[in-house]
């Protein structure tokens, strides 16, 4: 009998520890989000973005992201590079609008290996230089 309760004693020592490690986790990861949020330069439409200085600019389109959770955010790349510019969006036609103000006229959508927040990305169009 003894031998039992100290299985089940132990099994309650684990999942506490397993719930301590996990808030932990999640805290640890929140303030990450924090650091990099703080880095962000959030622009209120991508038309006040220069994109003269990138060789190759993109806007990359995410649903939900963990740092902006319940938002559309479209973050600036220069061809394969994340810049910390950024536009946040309550949906994704009001995200592919201004988008395509900013001279985004490509769409390429998301594929199978992507981030699974990825919606789709937007390329510069003709004009580009």
């Not at 036609?93 to 490509?106: H, I, L, T, V």
């Amino acid at each position: 009998m003894e031998f039992i309760n100290f299985d089940k004693n132990a099994r309650r020592r684990a999942r506490k520890d397993a719930r301590k490690r996990r808030k932990e986790k999640e805290r640890l990861q929140t303030e990450a989000f924090e650091v990099l949020k703080a880095n962000d330069k959030v622009v209120s439409s991508m038309e006040e973005v220069d994109f003269s200085d990138l060789f190759l600019p993109f806007i990359t389109l995410y649903n939900n992201p963990v740092d902006y959770p319940g938002k559309f955010v479209a973050r600036v790349f220069d061809l394969d590079k994340p810049t910390n510019c950024c536009c946040i969006y309550e949906s994704r036609e009001q995200a592919k609008e201004d988008a395509a103000k900013a001279g985004f006229e490509d769409i390429i959508p998301r594929m199978p290996h992507d981030d699974i927040h990825i919606v789709e990305a937007y390329v510069w169009g003709p004009e580009y230089k």
